[in-house]
């Protein structure tokens, strides 16, 4: 059973650091990008950063890029979300996502095209 396990978050004042990992198991198969999304309260879940596992190619947000890096190790089958440079405005829970195939008709930061879902780890950014 594929299972997607978000670890890392936590509170840091603004500026601050973080780095979140998500660590995959139970996939069988290949599969095509992980990705990471956060959600705001009375927000709608946006996608953050996204890496392909084979090429590695990466997207970001354009809110958080120069401050994000998204990375893995397929050894482990972990990808990482460093943050840096906080903002209270980066405060959601933030979830990893696995996408299975690269849809022809969803950006590669849409929700939508992901298949599998972790259960989320809250990054709380205040002063």
């Known amino acids: 059973q594929l299972q997607l396990v978000e670890s890392g978050g936590g509170s840091v004042q603004p500026g601050g650091s973080l780095r979140l990992s998500c660590a995959a198991s139970?996939?069988?198969?290949?599969?095509?990008?992980i990705g990471w999304f956060r959600q705001a309260p009375g927000k709608e879940r946006e996608g953050v950063s996204c890496?392909?596992?084979?090429?590695?190619?990466?997207n970001y947000a354009d809110s958080v890029k120069g401050r994000f890096t998204i990375s893995r190790d397929n050894a482990k089958n972990t990808v990482y979300l460093q943050m840096n440079s906080l903002k209270p405005e980066d405060t959601a829970v933030y979830y990893c996502?696995?996408?299975?195939?690269?849809?022809?008709?969803?950006?590669?930061?849409?929700?939508?095209?992901?298949?599998?879902w972790g259960q989320g780890t809250q990054v709380t950014v205040s002063s």
């Open positions: 139970g996939f069988t198969s290949d599969y095509y990008a």
């Open positions: 890496i392909s596992i084979r090429g590695g190619s990466t």
């Open positions: 996502a696995l996408e299975r195939y690269r849809s022809r008709w969803l950006g590669p930061l849409a929700p939508n095209a992901y298949d599998y």
